[in-house]
Nanobody, 123 residues
Framework: QMQVVESGGGSVQVGGSLRLTCTAPGFAANNCGIAWYRQADGKQREWVSSIPHDPATRYDATIRYANSVKGRFVISKDKSKDAVYLQMNSLKPEDTGNYLC???????????WGLGTQVAVSS
């Protein structure tokens, strides 16, 4: 089991920015992928973005974003810190929710989740 911890959430006004961090010791060494999801109150969990492991396979070759965040959010990783970041810009009220990080892939990478970090965007 891989420990996954999210941080960086908070309350911002519409148009503001936040940077979320996901730390998962061992994910880089084990070539795991990382995905961000979010869940608003009373709604289903929604995939936001994912960044593949290295080397990328043909099934998971590129960084991807949900259409709702494309052009506003940027996912990146620092393998030396076992960290993945989600830079969120031009935030909207509909971005409000609990943002969760998932480590994915084969073996020890398989489906490790954090508890999330809360984001609230107010107008």
């Amino acid at each position: 089991q891989m420990q996954v911890v999210e941080s960086g959430g908070g309350s911002v006004q519409v148009g503001g920015s936040l940077r979320l961090t996901c730390t998962a010791p061992g994910f880089a060494a084990n070539n795991c992928g990382i995905a961000w999801y979010r869940q608003a109150d009373g709604k289903q969990r929604e995939w936001v973005s994912s960044i593949p492991h290295d080397p990328a396979t043909r099934y998971d070759a590129t960084i991807r974003y949900a259409n709702s965040v494309k052009g506003r959010f940027v996912i990146s990783k620092d393998k030396s810190k076992d960290a993945v970041y989600l830079q969120m810009n031009s935030l909207k009220p509909e971005d409000t929710g609990n943002y969760l990080c998932q480590v994915y892939g084969g073996g020890v990478c398989y489906s490790n989740w954090g508890l999330g970090t809360q984001v609230a965007v107010s107008s």
